[in-house]
C-alpha cells in the first residue's frame, strides 16, 4: 500500500469534498498606537488583517477587542483597512468586546457589521482625551532653566517643562472638538438606526457596561466569540487566529548581530508600560 492510500484510509475524502467553516480571528488587545512591538498600529497589523482575509472556505473575521484606546489616527486606520478588505472580499466581520473595547478600542470594534460583549464588559467612552504632566516646580527646586526656540508662533504646544499657556490650552480643545466630532460621524455611520439614546448621552465620553450599552444600541448583543461562531456556522467551525509577526531587534551591523537596547531604549518602554497602566487604571483594571 502507498503511502498517498495508507493517507486517504486514515483522512476521510468528506473532509476535502467538504472542509469545516473558518472564522479568522485577529486579536487587538492593548493600546492603540506606534508603540513598538507592543502597540496596536496598521504597521503592526495589516499583514495579519490581509492573511486573516485571505483564507480559504472563510465565513467570517472575528475581532477580539481588549483596547482601552489610544491613537485616534491608528483606530481609523485599523477601521478603513478592515472595512477595505471586508468589501472587497464580501466577508462579514464581527467584533467582540472583552474586558474593555472604548474609546479607540470602541472605535475600532466598529469596524465590524456586528458588535458583541459580555454583560460585565465596558463599552464606549466615545470622547477625546489627553493628558500631560507638569514639571515646572520640578525644574524651579533643581535650578533648570527651560529654553524653547520655535519658528512659526504656534508651534509650541503645552510643553510640559513651561508654564501652562491658556492660548495653548484653547488650540488643545478645538482640536479635540474636531476629533470628537469625526469620532461621532464614525458612530453615527456605523450604527445608524440602531442608536436608542440622545446624543448628548452617548457622546458624553461615558464608559457603559455591556448589558447598558446594548440598551444603548451601541452593540448588537450579549454573547462570546466561540459560542455565537458555534451559534451560526455549526460545531465544526475552525477558529483560526491569526496574529501579527513579532519583529526582532533591528541589526546592529550587517554581520548580522542582534543590537542590545541601550538605556533610552529601556527608559522610553518603561515610560510606555506607566502610561499603558495609567489608562487601563481608568476603568479599574
Known amino acids: 500500500m502507498s503511502l498517498i492510500d495508507d493517507l486517504l484510509q486514515k483522512v476521510p475524502l468528506e473532509r476535502f ?3 469545516p467553516p473558518q472564522v479568522a480571528v485577529l486579536r487587538f488587545d492593548g493600546l492603540i498606537g506606534m508603540r513598538g512591538p507592543r502597540g496596536l498600529s496598521l504597521r503592526r497589523f495589516a499583514p495579519a488583517i490581509e492573511r486573516a482575509f485571505g483564507l480559504r472556505n472563510l465565513k467570517a473575521v472575528a475581532l477580539a477587542v481588549n483596547s482601552p484606546g489610544g491613537s485616534p ?9 478592515i472595512r477595505q478588505f471586508a468589501e472587497e472580499k464580501d466577508v462579514p466581520v464581527v467584533a467582540f468586546a472583552e474586558d474593555v473595547a472604548a474609546s479607540g478600542g470602541y472605535w475600532l470594534a466598529l469596524a465590524a457589521d456586528e458588535v458583541f460583549a459580555e454583560e460585565t464588559s465596558l463599552v464606549g467612552s466615545i470622547g477625546v482625551i489627553t ?37 495653548g490650552v484653547e488650540r488643545l480643545t478645538a482640536l479635540q472638538r474636531d476629533m470628537h466630532e469625526s469620532f461621532k460621524d464614525l458612530v453615527r455611520m456605523r450604527r445608524s438606526a440602531k442608536l436608542k439614546a440622545e446624543e448628548s448621552v452617548l ?5 457603559f457596561t455591556g448589558r ?29 487566529v ?30 510606555a508600560r506607566l502610561e499603558e497602566r495609567l489608562i487601563w487604571a481608568r476603568f479599574g483594571l
Open 17 to 19: 469534498r467538504n472542509p
Open 203 to 207: 457622546f458624553s465620553g461615558e464608559v
Open 212 to 240: 447598558r450599552a446594548l440598551e444603548l444600541g451601541l452593540i448588537d448583543g450579549i454573547g462570546d466569540l466561540r459560542g455565537v461562531m458555534r451559534q451560526r456556522y455549526g460545531d465544526t467551525v475552525k477558529l483560526r
Open 131 to 167: 493628558a500631560s504632566f507638569g514639571f515646572v516646580e520640578a525644574l524651579r527646586k533643581l535650578g533648570v532653566q527651560r529654553r524653547l526656540y520655535t519658528a512659526g508662533e504656534n508651534k509650541s504646544l503645552l510643553d510640559p517643562f513651561l508654564t501652562e499657556d491658556p492660548q
Open 73 to 81: 489616527a491608528q483606530s481609523s486606520l485599523l477601521f478603513r483597512r
Open 242 to 271: 491569526v496574529e501579527p509577526e513579532r519583529r526582532r531587534f533591528a541589526l546592529l551591523s550587517w554581520f548580522g548581530l542582534p543590537r542590545r537596547p541601550d538605556i533610552a531604549d529601556i527608559a522610553a518602554d518603561l515610560l
